[in-house]
């Protein structure tokens, strides 16, 4: 009677370690990892400024679906155009370890950097994507 109580909790244990399994491929296939890269430590280093790019403000129009319930069983879905700003970004391109990334700066520090200054850039990199996660710059 012992030994079937024993099989059923250890086949209870299996299943529930077989779900958590699932359950983290899935989260991880989901989110690219992103949620599981959000526990690396952050780093500093040197980096050249290989290219900035000014993006101006802008309207962009993006349609907005409505639907309009009638009376029974009808419905009605439209789109209305909607204009939306966006604002103006300043950009660096940053070469760092020998790959090149994109960091959103301020108007300010963007307008004291020159192609090729020398620049301290805190950012983490993913454990699992090996993605680098820009933090911030600073003007060496």
Not at 8 to 17: E, H, P, Q, S, T
Not at 103 to 118: F, H, I, M, N
Request: one cysteine or more.
């Amino acid at each position: 009677m012992e030994s079937i109580a024993f099989v059923g909790i250890v086949g209870i244990a299996i299943l529930i370690v077989l779900f958590t399994l699932v359950v983290l491929i899935w989260f991880g296939h989901q989110f690219g990892y992103k949620v599981l890269d959000l526990f690396s430590r952050v780093k500093n280093e040197r980096g050249i400024l290989t290219e900035k790019e000014y993006i101006p403000s802008r309207t962009k129009i993006v349609n907005k679906r409505v639907v309009r319930n009638h009376e029974g069983f009808n419905s009605t879905v439209y789109d209305i155009p909607d204009e939306i700003q966006l604002p103006e970004k300043c950009i660096l391109h940053i070469k760092l370890n020998e790959e090149v990334i994109v960091a959103p700066v301020s108007k300010k520090l963007y307008r004291t950097l020159e192609q090729g200054d020398s620049v301290t850039v805190w950012y983490s990199q993913g454990r699992f994507s090996k993605k680098i996660y820009f933090k911030k710059v600073r003007r060496l």
